[in-house]
């Protein structure tokens, strides 16, 4: 069992920063890449960035520039530093985690809401 814990968001001014964490806990053996997806209101659900084994990251083109991606693997938990918000970042944010094992399995967060208003 893979247990995904988001933590951080909340509501921000346009213009604001907030940072997302995200806690891996369980029978973790290997990690093949950690990364956040959004969906907002209407809108499919989207890759906004991704870190993968060996450190290699790639965003979403909307957010290049604004988030970073980083990892702890000591503590198994991966954040997204978020600057220079905007509305359109306002979503439902979600961790997902891909095992690295022969198998790869994807185990999801339940998503923490980022609200960027005045």
């Known amino acids: 069992q893979v247990q995904l814990v988001e933590s951080g968001g909340g509501l921000v001014q346009p213009g604001g920063s907030l940072r997302l964490s995200c806690a891996a806990s369980g029978s973790i053996v290997s990690i093949y890449s950690m990364g956040w997806y959004r969906r907002a209101p209407g809108k499919q659900r989207e890759l906004v960035a991704v870190?993968?084994?060996?450190?290699?990251?790639d965003y979403s083109d909307s957010v290049k520039g604004r988030f970073t991606i980083s990892r702890d693997d000591a503590k198994n938990t991966v954040y997204l530093q978020m600057n220079s918000l905007k509305p359109e970042d306002t979503a439902v944010y979600y961790c997902?985690?891909?095992?690295?094992?022969?198998?790869?399995?994807?185990?999801w967060g339940q998503g923490t809401q980022v609200t960027v208003s005045s």
């Open positions: 870190i993968i084994r060996g450190g290699t990251t």
């Open positions: 997902k985690l891909v095992t690295g094992g022969i198998i790869r399995v994807d185990y």
